[in-house]
């Protein structure tokens, strides 16, 4: 069973955040470094750092940099910097500015 962090839509959280083993979701807001196996930030949330994962789907308001293997950006999502991914999927209606790279292996 994978484990999952939730943070909440009432929290506020600054700062670093490894769970490289498992899932985290974010329904709240989210300041500084974040490192999980699969991340989701739903659609009210609110990321501003570095985020780093295999898996991530962006539905809320991004600034700051994102890396993972398979990256969604859903039709919720405003994302304000660099998204760096092997495998991409924007949904109609998202908001995106900044860069996009290729992970270089």
Partial sequence: MTE???????LVME???????SSVVVAGRFKGE???????LEANSIF???LVAD???LGGLVKGEVSANTLN???SAKVEGNLKTN??????????????????K
């Fill in 73 to 75: 950006v859903a039709s």
């Fill in 4 to 10: 999952i962090t939730y943070i909440s839509e009432e």
């Fill in 48 to 50: 501003d750092g570095n």
């Fill in 34 to 40: 974040l490192r999980a196996k699969d991340v989701l």
């Fill in 87 to 104: 495998a991409l999927s924007i949904d109609l209606g998202a908001e995106v500015s900044g860069s996009i790279t290729r992970i270089s």
């Fill in 55 to 57: 898996k991530v789907t």
């Fill in 15 to 21: 700062g670093n955040l490894d769970s490289a083993g």
